[in-house]
Structure formats: C-alpha cells, structure tokens
C-alpha cells in the first residue's frame, strides 16, 4: 500500500524531526531518496544517509539554503544530474525563533518568512519544470497548526508564514492540477522535536509533557506520525487529494476551539 517505488523524493530539512522520520519512511517504501541539509544546524545528516541505504535506496546529500534561491535551483539541478527527475518535493525546513511583536524588527520578521513561507515556494518552483515535463508530481510542504488554526503568543511571524503556505497550496493545486501535479500540506500539531524541546523559542520538555497530558490522545505527536501522512499525500493513491491542509494534531484543535 501507499508504494514509492522508484520514485525519487527531494526533501528539505531532512537531516532531523519530521523532515528525517519521512526520509527514512519514504525510502522504506521504495523512493531514493536526496536529503536537502544545512550544516550550521548542527544535525547528523550521516545518520539519516545510512537509514536510507539500508533500506536498500539510494540517497543524496546536498547542503542547501532554502533561504537563497540559487542554492535550491543547485538542489535540484543535483536531482537531475543524479536521478533524471523529482517526483516528489517535501519543503520541510523551517525555522521558529520566539519574539514579542514589539521587539520584532525587520531582520527578524524577513528571515523568518523568507526560510518557513518563500523557502518553500523556492523549492516548488525549482521543482515544477521537471514534474510538468513528467506529467506527475508530488508538492508538499509542511505547514503549522500556528496561524492557519491557532494562535501561538509571541511567534506573529512564524504564525504568518505558516499561514502563507497554505493560501500557496490551495492556489498553485488549482493552477498545476491539469498537469498531473498534486500540492497539499499537513498542519503538525505539537510534535517532539529539537525545535519544540528549544525552551527559549518553544515548549521545551516540560512544556511539552503538559501538553501531552491534555490532549485527546494523550500524548504529543512523533516525528514518524507526520511522515505517515506524507507517505500517503506522496503516493499515487492519494491522486484525488490536492489544494488539501491535512491537520495531524492527536485532536488537539478539538479541545482548543
């Protein structure tokens, strides 16, 4: 079910949390996978490579900056040169630096939506030409329950970008469907993470134990719950789904309004 097979998939922020747990999940469903990384973050990008390998798929290390659109175009000119095509796109990276809107200057307000809102656009239109030639393709991208459903205090920035994507989504779905290309996102609720253990810019583990103690499911969400969702939305069973925000929160939205 839900197979990959010799599909090639092209995911940034791939070196940890969701973006990490997708690889590997795509790989065991038969994709090669190119792992889009940034080294000043500090993950273990190796790790993820040998996940992918031992699932017996190829993989691709490529250090890129979804925040300048020269080194994304480079991301998947790299696909190309390594695999003939990019099937699916998962702009996954993203960054959450808490801030009271106050004490929000420019700097920070423009590097947060240029990495979380038009990061992800660079990576789809890098994307496009090779899935347009195909007359296939898979965009994702990972979206926030933040802004498009909730409110977080003091994150008006990244709540903004968040919310960006999904107005992104459901337009370009629209304007790419008769080209056999599908565009969704998914809405992570609270999941356990580096990011979300950040005390200073997050819930931090304490934070993050309450949560899970008031939710439906009782707990919060893993990194692996997402990558089931992306493993459906990137199959081609999932070819009747598209301009979609896929909430996966464990119910949280239901107890918060």
């Known amino acids: 079910?839900?197979?990959?097979?010799d599909q090639v998939a092209v995911i940034t922020?791939?070196?940890?949390?969701?973006?990490?747990?997708?690889?590997?999940?795509?790989?065991?469903?038969?994709?090669?996978v190119v792992l889009a990384t940034y080294s000043p973050d500090g993950h273990d990008i190796d790790a993820v490579r040998a996940a992918v390998e031992a699932a017996g798929r190829r993989a691709l290390v490529v250090?890129?900056?979804?925040?300048?659109?020269?080194?994304?175009?480079?991301?998947?000119?790299?696909?190309?040169a390594a695999f003939g095509r990019v099937d699916i796109a998962l702009a996954n990276a993203a960054i959450a630096r808490r801030r009271r809107s106050v004490d929000l200057d420019d700097a920070a307000w423009h590097?947060?939506?240029?990495?979380?809102?038009?990061?992800?656009?660079?990576?789809?239109?890098?994307?496009?030409?090779?899935?347009?030639?195909?007359?296939?393709?898979?965009?994702?991208?990972?979206?926030?329950?933040a802004g498009a459903l909730e409110a977080w205090d003091e994150h008006i920035h990244y709540s903004a970008a968040k919310?960006?994507?999904?107005?992104?989504?459901?337009?370009?779905?629209?304007?790419?469907?008769?080209?056999?290309?599908?565009?969704?996102?998914?809405a992570p609720g609270i999941i356990e993470t580096a990011q979300t253990l950040d005390a200073e810019n997050s819930l931090g583990a304490a934070g993050i134990?309450?949560?899970?103690?008031?939710?439906?499911?009782?707990?919060v969400g893993r990194p692996e719950d997402i990558a089931a969702a992306y493993h459906f939305l990137a199959s081609r069973d999932a070819s009747f789904v598209t301009g979609h925000l896929l909430v996966v929160d464990g119910g949280r939205m239901l107890i918060r309004g």
């Open 163 to 186: 919310a960006g994507i999904v107005g992104m989504v459901r337009s370009l779905a629209a304007e790419v469907g008769p080209d056999g290309i599908t565009v969704n996102a998914i």
């Open 209 to 219: 134990s309450e949560t899970g103690r008031t939710q439906p499911v009782r707990r």
């Open 13 to 32: 922020g791939a070196a940890s949390g969701i973006g990490a747990a997708t690889a590997r999940r795509f790989a065991a469903a038969g994709a090669d």
């Open 63 to 80: 250090e890129t900056d979804v925040g300048d659109t020269a080194s994304v175009d480079a991301l998947v000119d790299a696909t190309l």
């Open 1 to 5: 079910m839900f197979s990959l097979i």
């Open 111 to 145: 590097q947060t939506v240029n990495i979380d809102l038009q990061g992800v656009w660079r990576v789809f239109r890098a994307a496009l030409p090779s899935m347009t030639a195909a007359g296939f393709g898979r965009l994702l991208a990972t979206a926030s329950t």
